[in-house]
């Protein structure tokens, strides 16, 4: 789906379907999740003008527009579930490998934040549970949070190439939206995707 592509009805049950039947986390627009609000906030209009209408055709419309709501809802819920499920896929494999895959390319700017999260947190219980018990040592989990803690305070100074949508980031403070040319001093994992995506660049 290009940048300038408009969201239709048509086009959700689209990516749905690649999403479904391709095994990869799909690439998708940077803007995805405003261009389906967008999309929603219309569709809820429409909906409004058809039931201020009194005619056996507007009765039809109406049921038409809200079964197409309820429809477009189930596309995203499954949508999401269905990437979620590949995002913690490819974070187990980071964990396990220390391995970036080629699919980062395709994490939304939202998604970013949830795929370092599950890689720190599978990273603390490798670490602090199975590689302890390797070392005949009793776990120690709060040792290597606060490590991971003391990493994410350290960020990289960005300048952005590319719109990015807002997003929240690992310390539940929003960050965005940002566009071309600005400024941003961001954790050093949303930083490296960001740059590897061509959305920014380190100054």
């Known amino acids: 789906m290009s ?17 479904k039947y391709k095994k990869e986390l799909q690439k998708i627009d940077s803007d995805f999740f405003p261009k389906v609000i967008k999309y929603l ?5 429409i909906l ?10 507007a009765s039809q419309s109406v049921a038409k527009t809200k079964r197409q709501l309820e429809n477009t809802k ?15 896929q490819m974070a187990l494999f980071n964990s396990r490998t220390n391995v970036d895959l080629q699919e980062t390319d395709s994490l939304l700017g939202e998604e970013v934040n949830f795929y370092n999260s599950l890689v720190d947190l599978f990273n603390i219980y490798r670490e602090g549970i199975l590689n302890s018990l390797l ?10 949070k606060s490590q991971i803690n003391n990493q994410e305070k350290i960020g990289k100074v960005l300048k952005f190439l590319h719109p990015v949508p807002q997003f929240i980031g690992d310390d539940m403070q929003i960050y965005g ?12 994992k ?8 061509n959305r920014a660049e380190e100054i």
């Open 41 to 45: 906030e219309e569709k809820k209009a």
């Open 190 to 197: 949303v930083s490296e995707l960001l740059i590897k995506n």
């Open 48 to 57: 409004q003008a058809q039931e201020s209408k009194d005619s056996v055709f």
């Open 74 to 88: 189930m596309i995203l819920k499954e949508l999401y579930e269905r990437r979620e499920g590949k995002i913690i």
């Open 177 to 188: 939206p940002f566009e071309p040319e600005d400024i941003a001093n961001l954790p050093v």
């Open 135 to 144: 070392s005949a040592k009793i776990p120690q989990l709060k040792e290597f």
């Open 3 to 19: 940048d300038d592509a408009i969201i239709t009805y048509e086009k959700l049950y689209e990516v749905l379907r690649l999403e």
